[in-house]
Structures are given as C-alpha cells and as structure tokens.
C-alpha cells in the first residue's frame, strides 16, 4: 500500500543529479585507488591498542570532544586544544563546514581537486564555483580571490598536495588568499606527510584559515575513519554547533591516540612510501608515451595518450586497480596510489603491456 505517498515529490530536486558513491570494490586485486597505506597495519600499535581495550570503551558513549585524542592532536600540531575538532573522517568535517557556513551561500573551489567538496557542497545546499588551476596545476590565486570577492561566498577550499594533482602549494601563496579574502580558507592537507610545507604556523595569524588533516592516509587508519580540523577557537565554536554529539566512536579515539604516541613507527612507513613514490616516478618516466607529474603525496599522476577509461579496464582485467580520475583539465589523466614495492612492479609490468596493447 502506498497511498498518498508519492517519494518523488518529497525529494530535493536539487539532489537528482547525485550518484551514490562507488568505492569499486573488487577483491583479490592489487589496491592502488584510493591512497591509503599499502603497509600492515605495525604490530606494536596493534598490540598496544588491543592490550589498553576496556568494557567501558564499549558500553559507554564516547567523549563527544575527544579530549585525551585532542590532547596528543595538541602536541603533534602545536595547537591548543580548543583550536582542534575531530570528526568521523575529514568527509564528515567537509560535510560539517558547509552545513555551519555553506548552506545558502556558495564556496569556491580550486579545481580539479578532491570531489568531496563539491558534493558535501550540494548535500548541504550550498553553492559552488570551481576555478581552475593553472596548466601547471597551481591554484590561480589572483582568480580564487576574485571570484571569492563575492558577497555571497563563505569559504575557499585549497587541497595540497592537492589530489588527484599531486602538487603542493606553498605556504607564501596560502597566506596571499588569507591576507586578501573575507572569506574562510580551508586548506586541506589529507597528505603533508609525504611533501609539502604545513600552513599551521599561520593558524595563529588568521583567524579565516581551517587546516584538514586525517588520519587515513600516512597513519594507517583509513578503516577507523578518523579526521580533524584545525582551527581559531571561534570557528571551531561554530562547528561544536552542529556536530553530531558523537560522531568519533570510543575505540577509534583510543587507536588514533595510540597511533600519536608511536608515531615513529609510522614515519618509517611514510619515509618508504616516499621513496617508492620517488622510485615509481622515474620507471613511469621512462615509459614511451606516458606523461608524469611530480607529486608531494603518496600516489602519482599520469596521462597516456589511449582514453583512460581503457588503461583501467585492461588494468583491472590485469588484477591492478587504480582511478580512473580523467576529466576537463586532467584528460586521459589516471592517479596510482603509490603501493608496496611489489606491488609498484607488479603495476609497473602491467602498464607497460597494456599500453602495448592499447596502442597497437
Ligand atoms: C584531499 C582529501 N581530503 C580528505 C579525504 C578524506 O579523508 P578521510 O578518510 O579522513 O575522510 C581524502 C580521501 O581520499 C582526500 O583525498
């Protein structure tokens, strides 16, 4: 029985065009999509997080502020406390900045860059306006500032290294748009451990500037879904609003911290992904008819001259999984997270057949 009920005519027409997110989830492949660490999880930390479980961490709610995590997030940051928010994933901060300060107004986004932004932007009834980078993937300043002059927009996002470009921006330019712009800059910075300057010494300095970090990506947690922000107290005011009172589960709290405190053993892991990344770079340019470009992130940028569409099929059919990221501006563009060094060879000796093939 549907009676009066008629589900088309209660949703957002604003929301049609949404697709659900596809994670593209095929098993048994080599998993080079969605920049994680390709390392095992150290098993020091894992002891010490399974040692320090407590029934408590299960039948109570969690901390809603998170505050032994903050306290660790302090001292790894060099930010007061009440400068820092956690979230469930930098996801769920994005979707959080839009829905305190985007809803009803508009954001400008230096693009191609993360797709988040630009979703979290239409779920929470916010506009947007993408302007684009430069040829070298720079974010045009001087045009994020003019289309940010706009009365009606709230905030700027900023992703470096930006994905899926893997360019840095440096800290010089971050403070130009902080210096020129009424609006907030929110600088995401999901992948600084692998390169690129930290803009969190300007935190003290403007009060319009958020800084996203996670914990997805260098440390190891993707799974737990762990992010914060950085940030002048009142923002952060502005955001403890809205925020679902808890929104970081007890065990995920309790890993991240244990994660801060044996920090070391993960900068082991971010100094070989570095270096593979760095190693991978030189193979890939070496390949006839494959483009480059530099990255300061834990995954590369590359263009063939067959569609991308085709390069991934074949390379899935090969067992090798990466993202298909081609786009205006980034056209026959593909991003390979860097992976283990078996599996850097294994995608390495898979590209260079399926381009044989391809371009036959
Ligand atoms: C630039 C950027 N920001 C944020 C995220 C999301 O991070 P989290 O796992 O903390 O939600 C990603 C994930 O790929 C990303 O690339």
Not at 227 to 234: H, M, Q, S, W
Request: charged share 25%; with cysteine; proline share 6%.
């Amino acid at each position: 029985m549907t009676g009066r009920f008629n589900l088309a005519e209660l949703t957002r027409p604003d929301l049609k065009g949404l697709v659900p997110y596809d994670p593209h989830i095929v098993p048994g492949v080599i998993k080079l999509d969605a920049n994680e660490n390709p390392f095992d999880f150290p098993r020091k930390v894992k002891e010490y997080i399974c040692a320090g479980l407590q029934s408590k961490l299960f039948t109570r709610y969690p901390d809603p502020l998170a505050r032994d995590l903050l306290t660790g997030l302090s001292d790894y940051n060099g930010v007061p406390s009440n400068c820092i928010m956690v979230g469930n994933g930098s996801d769920e901060i994005i979707l959080n900045l839009m829905l305190a300060f985007g809803t009803g107004r508009e954001v400008v986004i230096a693009s191609p860059t993360f797709s988040m932004y630009r979703i979290h932007a239409q779920v929470a009834g916010a506009g947007w306006r993408e302007v684009p980078r430069r040829n070298n993937f720079e974010p045009d300043i001087p045009a994020l500032l003019d289309a940010a002059a706009n009365p009606g927009v709230s905030m700027i996002f900023i992703c470096s290294p930006n994905n899926p470009t893997g360019n840095a921006t440096p800290r010089e330019e971050i403070r130009k748009l902080l210096e020129n712009t009424r609006a907030l800059v929110v600088l995401d910075e999901a992948y600084l451990e692998f390169g690129g300057e930290s803009a969190v010494p300007l935190l003290s300095s403007y009060l319009n500037l958020i800084i996203l970090k996670t914990f997805s990506k260098a440390f190891g947690l993707a799974g737990l879904r762990v992010g914060y922000l950085l940030a002048g107290p009142d923002v952060v005011g502005e955001l403890l609003r809205i925020k679902q009172p808890y929104n970081l589960n007890a065990f995920s709290q309790f890993a991240a911290g244990a994660v801060l405190k044996h920090r070391d053993l993960l900068r082991d892991q971010v100094e070989a992904i570095k270096a593979g990344r760095d190693k991978l770079f030189v193979s890939m340019a070496g390949m006839e008819g494959v483009e480059i470009f530099p990255s300061d992130a834990n995954f590369i940028l590359f263009r063939t001259p067959v569609e991308a569409d085709k390069i991934f099929k074949e390379l899935l059919r090969e067992g090798v999984l990466i993202r298909n990221v081609s786009g205006p501006g980034l056209e026959k563009c593909m991003r390979v997270t860097v992976g283990t060094e078996e599996e850097n060879g294994e995608f390495l000796e898979k590209l260079k057949a399926v381009l044989n093939v391809c371009q036959d």
